[in-house]
Each structure stands twice: as C-alpha cells, then as structure tokens.
T-cell receptor, first 114, second 113 residues
C-alpha cells in the first residue's frame, strides 16, 4: 500500500511569492494534518482537516491556508513567502482525528525561500 | 494541553535494550500517551500508544506507571536503524481537541555499534 505522498519533495521560492504543497493520504484515511518543521526543532501543527472541514488551526498567520478535497487529498497554500517560512512541511493522515488513532506522516516538502 | 518531559539525549549499544523515559505529571484521566520517532531526513513515524495498560507491538513496548504520571518506551534490542529522535506526546479529548500533536524537543537516541 502507498503511504502518505507529498509533492513536490523540494522547492525553492523567492520572498513574496506564493506556494502550493500537495498531500495524498493513505487510502481510507479521512483526516489530514499539516505541520511545519524548522531545522533543529520538533514539528509544529498548522492545520487539521477531517471530512473536508477544518477541525483545528495552529498559531500561524493568515498567509497560511489549506483545504481538503472530496478524495481526501489536501493542499497547503502559503502566500507572501518570508525567509522564515523556509522549513520542512509535513503532511500526516489518519483514519480519524481523535486520540485513539496514530498518524502516518509523509516524507515532507523541503521549502527554501530566498 | 498537558506537557511531557524527556531527556535531551541517550546512548545505547547495539543489540541491547533501551528504556526511553517520559514524565507527564499533569496528565488527565482520558489522555492517551503516544510515541513517535523521527529518523534523519524523514517524517515522524508512529511507534506506539496506550492509555493505562502496558502495550506491545512489533516495534516496541510501552510501560505506563500505575499513576500514569510517567511512561517508558522500551526497544528490546536496539539496532543502528533505531537511532532517531523519540517524541512522547499526550493526546487529549474534549471540546478543544483538534487532533493536533504537540511535539517537544524529544530524546535523541544514539546507538553505538
């Protein structure tokens, strides 16, 4: 079975540009979460979606947005990129969102803003 | 969200057992204890989770103290592939539950051949 797939794997963008990151969850998983991991730190929660609705949002500015599609895949959008947005962006999927279930993470998208 | 405390780093010898501790003194009665690990250049990987009873799976065992204020992840025979950052995370219930994982600094495990 395919795991969580993220695209692209690497990306270089210029300050002020917009970026879209994509995630395909494991088949049958209805919950998708996004995390940002800056070098040397643990991942930080950005968004969670379940059944196409936003269930939670972390402490990130409105430049960050996301959505989940009917096939449960998801996009993370970041507008007006800043140098500080350079990070590994991780997508995680789960059958449901609650505490009984573990998450499966993708390998991430490495975003570099120059 | 209740917090966890883990040692910054630990060392182990290959093929020996490893006990990774986690303190969570403010845990609530319905919080689940989850463990993830992150190998270099990869996303986090789910290891194990439990509520009250000790749990075993093919990767590890989770020993939970009777008062639930601490837990220990046990790798029965460490291999070089087990070198990673290990995160102990509490998953809460309730109206504020967004399903998010709160990662701390974790424990960096080094495995020596």
């Amino acid at each position: 079975d395919a795991g969580v797939t993220q695209s692209p794997t690497h990306l270089i963008k210029t300050r002020g540009q917009h970026v879209t990151l994509r995630c395909s969850p494991i088949s049958g998983h209805k919950s998708v979460s996004w995390y940002q991991q800056v070098l040397g730190q643990g991942p930080q929660f950005i968004f969670q979606y379940y059944e196409k609705e936003e269930r939670g949002r972390g402490n990130f500015p409105d430049r960050f947005s996301a959505r989940q599609f009917p096939n449960y895949s998801s996009e993370l959008n970041v507008n007006a990129l800043l140098l500080g947005d350079s990070a590994l962006y991780l997508c995680a999927s789960s059958f449901m969102w609650d505490r009984f279930y573990g998450y499966t993470f993708g390998s991430g998208t490495r975003l570099t803003v120059v | 969200d209740a917090k966890t405390t883990q040692p910054n780093s630990m060392e182990s010898n290959e093929e020996e057992p490893v006990h990774l501790p986690c303190n969570h003194s403010t845990i609530s009665g319905t919080d689940y204890i989850h463990w993830y690990r992150q190998l270099p250049s990869q996303g986090p990987e789910y290891v194990i989770h439990g509520l009250t009873s000790n749990v075993n799976n093919r990767m590890a065992s989770l020993a939970i103290a009777e008062d639930r204020k601490s837990s220990t992840l046990i790798l029965h025979r460490a291999t070089l592939r087990d070198a990673a950052v290990y995160y102990c995370i509490l998953r809460s219930d309730g109206s504020s539950n967004t399903g998010k994982l709160i990662f701390g600094q974790g424990t960096t495990l080094q495995v020596k051949p």
